[in-house]
């Protein structure tokens, strides 16, 4: 039922009419439109869905979706065996594997990781594009 959910929220943003095409195209962000931030990770949360029943999750965490007035982690589930996007407000617990086990700061948290894993890329890419020009001045 959250996978629906998640994919419905999904569909709706990407049928919306995008506002300053221009705008899009230099990566500003538009209100009322999702930034997918990617988050890798393995996580174990406890979740409490729609009823009010909790369950633990084990996560391989993809990304993380900010939207207009949730925020949803998203990734695959590996007891269910599937992507699934879980409403951050909803999760009681998060456990990162060999980590911190929190149940306060879950999206600030989420968030910094984020943040930092975008970092580390944009390192990796420099590290390698500097590494192939010196391949190029060396041949």
Known sequence: MNANAFFNILHEAAAAPSVGGKGAARGEHK?????????????????????????????????????????LLGGID????????????RIRRLTEEAGPRMKAG???WLLTRASAQKRERAERMRSLACRDRSRKHAA
């Open 106 to 108: 879950i999206l600030d």
């Open 78 to 89: 590996r007891a269910r065996g599937g992507y699934r996007g879980f409403r951050v407000d």
């Open 31 to 71: 209100p009322g439109a999702w930034q997918i931030l990617p988050l890798e990770g393995r996580f174990e949360i406890v979740y409490e869905d729609s009823r009010g029943l909790w369950s633990t999750r084990v996560l391989d965490a993809r990304e993380l979706r900010l939207g207009p007035g949730r925020t």
